[in-house]
């Protein structure tokens, strides 16, 4: 069975940074798709940055580009460094996992239980 495991979640202050990640376990994986989503109170689902691991290909969303990075250890591990933090970015925010090799968009097989990042102005 396999399970996403996200830690590194918490509050910070505007112009702060965190970073979350994310580990795959339960099967083996490697030369898949991984990213992160996340959901505001009140708010649709969306797709923040996403990773082909085979590569090291990335994707983000233009809310995020040249503040977030994901990155990846190995293939079953992900990061998300986000930088220049503000209010806006306050979600819960989940990883994915798919075994597609691309449109890694399109994550949709597992999901974590969530890590909320809350920034405060």
């Known amino acids: 069975q396999v399970q996403l495991m996200e830690s590194g979640g918490g509050s910070v202050q505007a112009g702060g940074s965190l970073t979350i990640s994310c580990a795959v376990s339960?099967?083996?994986?490697?030369?898949?798709?991984m990213g992160w989503f996340r959901q505001a109170p009140g708010k649709e689902r969306e797709g923040v940055a996403v990773?082909?691991?085979?590569?090291?290909?990335t994707w983000y969303a233009d809310s995020v580009k040249g503040r977030f990075t994901i990155s990846r250890e190995k293939q079953d591990t992900v990061y998300l460094q986000m930088n220049n933090l503000a209010p806006e970015d306050t979600a819960m925010y989940y990883c994915?996992?798919?075994?597609?090799?691309?449109?890694?968009?399109?994550?949709?097989?597992?999901w974590g239980q969530g890590t909320q990042v809350t920034v405060s102005s």
């Open positions: 994915a996992a798919d075994h597609r090799r691309r449109d890694c968009w399109y994550i949709n097989d597992y």
């Open positions: 339960g099967s083996p994986w490697g030369n898949d798709c």
């Open positions: 990773i082909y691991t085979g590569d090291g290909s």
